[in-house]
Nanobody, 128 residues
Framework: QVQLVESGGGLVQAGGSLRLSCAAS????????MAWFRQAPGKEREFVAR????????YYADSVKGRFTISRDNAKNTVYLEMNSLKSEDTAVYYC?????????????????????WGQGTQVTVSS
């Protein structure tokens, strides 16, 4: 079991940067692949980025590739999302998600249904 708490959201001008953090409780953090999703008003939750348990493998949505960087510090039980060159279309609630690698699922790593653990979300608003 793991509990997730996001922080770091806020209001930023277009072209600016923000760093989101997701703190995980529990001692088995290393057993989890972690991801960030986002959901804008009236839209479905969409995949942003994911990172493997070791931190060596990452994958990004095309819309954020080259601008966002996902990383994790297993010693601190924390995953990060560094967001640069922010655009108005990045405005959304950002959610941290965890997937227990010991519990196989047919859902892909980019599907919200593939993650059993979610944070409460943090709002990111980019003004143009």
């Amino acid at each position: 079991q793991v509990q997730l708490v996001e922080s770091g959201g806020g209001l930023v001008q277009a072209g600016g940067s923000l760093r989101l953090s997701c703190a995980a409780s529990g001692r088995t953090f290393i057993n989890y692949a972690m991801a960030w999703f986002r959901q804008a008003p009236g839209k479905e939750r969409e995949f942003v980025a994911r990172i493997w348990w070791s931190g060596r493998s990452t994958y990004y949505a095309d819309s954020v590739k080259g601008r966002f960087t996902i990383s994790r510090d297993n010693a601190k039980n924390t995953v990060y999302l560094e967001m640069n060159s922010l655009k108005s279309e990045d405005t959304a609630v950002y959610y941290c998600a965890g997937r227990n690698l010991g519990s196989p699922t047919a859902w892909g790593m980019a599907s919200p249904k593939g993650y059993g653990y979610w944070g409460q979300g943090t709002q990111v608003t980019v003004s143009s």
